[in-house]
């Protein structure tokens, strides 16, 4: 009953469809409509310890990369994945060149 009567009070706050504003007609993306993926990664097959070791993220190393990798106008998006054993980096791009070499 009281997860109810909080649901109902919360509800009664949110405007109804005839108080929401109208949308545009026309919606334009501001992203190329084409993206391709790029994966690049070493892991304990490809790579020994030591350079395994160079190349692997901390929590801290990983936000601070992850913000530069964002920042460059020709990655859209990136997923950075480190752990022991490997470290890969998938990037969704326009413009897959660019991006490569962005995130060297």
Do not use: Y
């Amino acid at each position: 009953m009281v997860e109810q009567a909080a649901f109902s009070e919360l509800s009664e706050d949110q405007p109804s469809a005839d108080d929401r504003p109208e949308r545009p007609a026309e919606i334009t993306c501001l992203r190329p409509s084409r993206m391709e993926i790029v994966l690049m990664g070493l892991n304990h097959k490809t790579a020994d310890v030591a350079l395994r070791e160079c190349l692997g993220f901390t929590v801290d190393e990983a936000d601070e990369a992850l913000q530069t990798f964002q920042a460059s106008p020709a990655i859209g998006e990136v997923v950075l994945l480190s752990t022991c054993n490997r470290v890969e980096l998938m990037i969704a791009t326009p413009d897959p060149e660019a991006a490569v070499a962005a995130a060297k």
